[in-house]
T-cell receptor
Framework: DQQVKQNSPSLSVQEGRISILNCDYT??????FLWYKKYPAEGPTFLIS?????DKNEDGRFTVFLNKSAKHLSLHIVPSQPGDSAVYFC???????????FGTGTLLAVQP | GAVVSQHPSWVICKSGTSVKIECRSL??????MFWYRQFPKQSLMLMAT?????????EQGVEKDKFLINHASLTLSTLTVTSAHPEDSSFYIC???????????FGEGSWLTVV
């Protein structure tokens, strides 16, 4: 049972435009959500997180939106840059264990 | 900022041998570390939670006798793949939270190829 889902395996965006990456989850007990960026053959790099008590968190070009009623979160990158091209994973966690459940990832390609 | 380092980055071993991967938190102490595995074009799958001073907690379907985890100190966890087989070839990644409820930092990952 995939508790965290990223239904779009890939996304292509023009440089300067907005990239919107989506993530859905099924477990309403998750306390926090994170987005990670991963280049091939490297470990994931933390991008941004959001607590379940908030609906928006912004950090520079990255904004994460959380819709708890829809069990949906999205990552907005604006303006998109070619260096943003990578696989983006959303992850969810809850309780005191710090265990994360990852989505399957979305490959973002930003075209110059 | 906090750094988690893995060693080795790449390892090739013969089928039937064992290989050890280290995960170190370089500037913070981690009572808990996590080990993930990623097969090509798939998500990161949690294998086990490494607990300092006690036994690791394994996820369902992960063989604890095959994937030995030892959390030797507050800055070091090791994953030993015993009697490796070609199907164990994968990308192994560790992570550690910088305190309860804090951001989780990942190592660089270790590529294991079993031939």
């Amino acid at each position: 049972d995939q508790q965290v889902k990223q239904n779009s395996p890939s996304l292509s965006v023009q440089e300067g435009r907005i990239s919107i990456l989506n993530c859905d989850y099924t477990n309403s007990m998750f306390d926090y959500f994170l987005w990670y960026k991963k280049y091939p053959a490297e470990g994931p790099t933390f991008l941004i997180s959001i607590s379940s008590i908030k609906d928006k968190n912004e950090d520079g070009r990255f904004t994460v939106f959380l819709n708890k009623s829809a069990k949906h979160l999205s990552l907005h990158i604006v303006p998109s840059q070619p260096g943003d091209s990578a696989v983006y994973f959303c992850a969810a966690g809850g309780g005191a264990t710090n265990k994360l459940i990852f989505g399957t990832g979305t490959l973002l390609a930003v075209q110059p | 900022g906090a750094v988690v380092s893995q060693h080795p980055s790449w390892v090739i071993c013969k089928s039937g041998t064992s290989v050890k991967i280290e995960c170190r938190s370089l500037d913070f102490q981690a009572t808990t570390m996590f080990w993930y595995r990623q097969f090509p074009k798939q998500s990161l799958m949690l294998m086990a939670t490494s607990n300092e001073g006690s036994k690791a907690t394994y996820e369902q379907g992960v063989e604890k006798d095959k994937f030995l985890i030892n959390h030797a100190s507050l800055t070091l966890s090791t994953l030993t793949v015993t009697s490796a087989h070609p199907e164990d070839s994968s990308f192994y990644i560790c992570s550690a939270p910088d305190g309860p409820g804090n951001t989780i930092y990942f190592g660089e990952g270790s590529w294991l190829t079993v031939v």
